[in-house]
């Protein structure tokens, strides 16, 4: 049997030639990935009416044209990587706009007034529905007494997969009602919601301040599908999460600013609503919120004198609010029955 001597270069040489494989694979994963990001900014984020959708394939088709053909393999690599870098400082000259052609539920943005212990909402939606997309506009003003301030709900939405969800926080001010905060993308006339849009700078963000007859009953009166769960929050500071509510509002209303599936969604915003050193440390369950349920569950922020799995199927509002309906008592029936608010 052969052995090597410190001398002999070759067990070297073998560990060189593996390091530099496993480094340049490394190098092709990293500009791999930022192809695939840089394709998708130019899909989603080029404005359509002015620059054909053909360029994102064409950016592809030069990276893999490149990849096969430039030689040495460290000019390809450049050239790839200077192309990504390129797109991606346009990308970042994207700003967000306030005035566009908004779909009519989200043409207006709510903004707050505080005085003292009175906080005053305007444009408050409270859509009176026919259809999904048929309804009639109406925007309320909302006066609230912080001194009614009670209780904070979580209705979370789930429509179509187990895995995720859309959360609306819901304050109950006794006396002066209940008000949602929703938080949403908020597409122009035409445009659709797109999973990997939401990824790029394809939607503004918009916290939707509305009634629970309109932002709740629409989920489960009108679109079909969708199932709505609600709970009862346990340990929060409610004056201080709903004044941080009011401040996002305001600062929305002033300066927009963009919708993203991960770093700026439904579910970050809600945590975002505390402060820093308040917020729970960052969960996978934040981001396949489907199981947010679950999550509150296990750290006791909802009501866990039944198992988690009868909890959550008494906590199926659908047939609650299917019933009521129109009846101006819409918030108070479907909220009988549910644990911690009887």
């Known amino acids: 049997m ?10 070297s040489r073998l560990i060189t030639r593996i390091f530099s494989w496993i480094v340049s694979a490394f190098t092709w994963l990293i500009l791999l990935i930022g192809v695939l990001w840089a394709f998708g900014a130019l899909w989603f ?9 053909a360029v994102a394939p064409v950016f592809f088709g030069v990276v893999v044209l490149a990849a096969i053909l430039v030689r040495p393999r460290w000019r390809a690599k450049l050239g790839i990587a200077i192309g990504v870098i390129l797109v991606m400082i346009w990308w970042f000259t994207l700003q967000p706009k306030q ?14 007034d505080v005085e003292g212990d009175i906080v005053t909402f305007h444009n408050v939606r409270n ?25 904070l709900d979580l209705f979370i939405t789930y429509w179509g997969s187990p895995y995720m969800a859309h959360p609306i926080a819901s304050y109950d001010f006794g006396p002066d009602g209940h008000i949602c905060f929703s938080i949403e ?43 709505v769960y609600l709970y009862r929050l346990n340990g929060p500071k409610l004056k201080e999460s709903f004044m941080e509510y009011v401040r996002s509002v305001n600062e929305l209303h002033e300066t927009p600013r963009w919708y993203n599936a991960i770093t700026n969604n439904c579910t970050t915003g809600i945590r975002h609503q505390r402060a ?11 981001l396949v919120n489907g199981f947010g349920d679950e999550m509150l569950y296990e750290e006791s922020a909802i009501d866990r ?9 008494i906590s199926h509002i659908n047939p609650k609010a299917n019933a009521a309906d129109k009846d101006p008592d819409f918030s108070e029936k479907i909220r009988v029955g549910l644990p911690a608010m009887r």
Not at 127 to 151: C, G, I, K, S, W
Request: glycine share 4%; hydrophobic share 35%; charged share 35%.
């Open 2 to 11: 052969r052995t090597f001597a410190m001398s002999d270069p070759k067990p």
């Open 45 to 53: 984020d080029l404005p359509k009416a002015v620059i054909p959708h």
């Open 99 to 112: 005035h566009r052609d908004w779909k009519q539920e989200v043409a207006l943005t709510a903004h707050a």
């Open 127 to 151: 859509l009176e529905y026919r259809t999904v997309e048929d309804f009639t506009p109406h925007y309320d003003v909302r006066r609230l007494d912080l001194r009614n301030l009670r209780a």
């Open 185 to 227: 993308t908020r597409p122009e006339k035409g445009e659709g919601y797109s999973a990997l849009g939401g990824l790029y700078r394809q939607f503004e963000q918009i916290y939707v301040v509305a009634d629970e007859c309109d932002v709740i009953r629409v989920r489960t009166n009108y679109r079909k599908g969708e199932d």
């Open 276 to 286: 820093v050193e308040e917020r729970k440390p960052f969960d996978w369950r934040m």
């Open 305 to 313: 004198a039944l198992p988690f799995a009868e909890f959550k199927k």
